[in-house]
């Protein structure tokens, strides 16, 4: 405890003292308070670790290795596979998303199913499970929003995927994936007669992307579309 006020202290020297003891009375006070609230820290944080080193981990490994058996039917176009399993040791993409949709690899499953079910004609299927999806990286999440675009062009319902490549277009903003989106959109608006926006799209890969695949040749594109247009 803080001793009484010396005979002859200065008013700052007994201020000082006075928050010395106040502070010591209240540690005093509340010392059980204080521990309590540093044991219940201590415990939350052994949790964690402890869920994410006997739970966490372990599903996020058993999650990967599921999902490389299903990318290798994938990468041979076994659509139905990759999807349902092989009735031996592989249970699919749809059986990973519901095991360990949680993890990294059960939201890349999403992805690979959407795909899939894209490819067996399933667009109703293939667009639930690629929104459903989610990642934020210049690449595959641009991709899989293009792929939504894809669908909703096989489904009839054009002006709905263009928005999707125009978006998958501008999420991307780079010369490898943006051209190749924008060249979609043009194409689409073409189908739909509206060829100012196609021509549009086009000057855009032009003038933006001028040093991609799609800008070697997006010259006749624009002619055809301004004289279509005409």
């Known amino acids: 405890m803080a001793t009484n006020k010396k005979k002859g202290a200065t008013k700052s020297e007994v201020e000082v003292g006075e928050i010395v003891s106040r502070s010591e009375q209240f540690i005093e006070k509340y010392s059980k308070h204080l521990m309590y609230g540093v044991l219940a820290v201590a415990v939350v944080v052994a949790i964690v670790l402890g869920v994410r080193h006997g739970y966490i981990l372990p599903r996020e490994k058993k999650a990967d290795t599921a999902l490389f058996k299903g990318e290798q039917y994938f990468l041979r176009d076994s659509f139905a596979v990759a999807l349902h399993g092989n009735g031996a040791d592989y249970e699919g993409f749809e059986s990973i998303i519901k095991q360990y949709g949680s993890t990294k690899a059960g939201n890349l499953a999403k992805a690979y199913a959407g795909v899939s079910y894209y490819h067996l004609g399933e667009n109703d299927a293939a667009i639930k499970s690629l929104k459903s999806f989610s990642a934020k990286d210049q690449m595959i999440s641009p991709a899989v929003i293009g792929e ?83």
Do not use: H, W
């Open 148 to 230: 939504i675009g894809d669908c909703y062009v096989n489904m009839g319902q054009v002006k709905e995927g263009i928005s999707y490549f125009e978006k998958a277009a501008k999420q991307a903003d780079n010369s490898v994936v943006s051209p190749t989106y924008l060249k979609k959109a043009g194409l689409a608006y073409e189908s739909l007669g509206q060829y100012k926006e196609a021509a549009k799209t086009y000057t855009t890969i032009k003038e933006k992307y001028f040093n991609s695949m799609e800008a070697a040749d997006i010259d006749k594109y624009i002619t055809r579309a301004n004289e279509s247009g005409k």
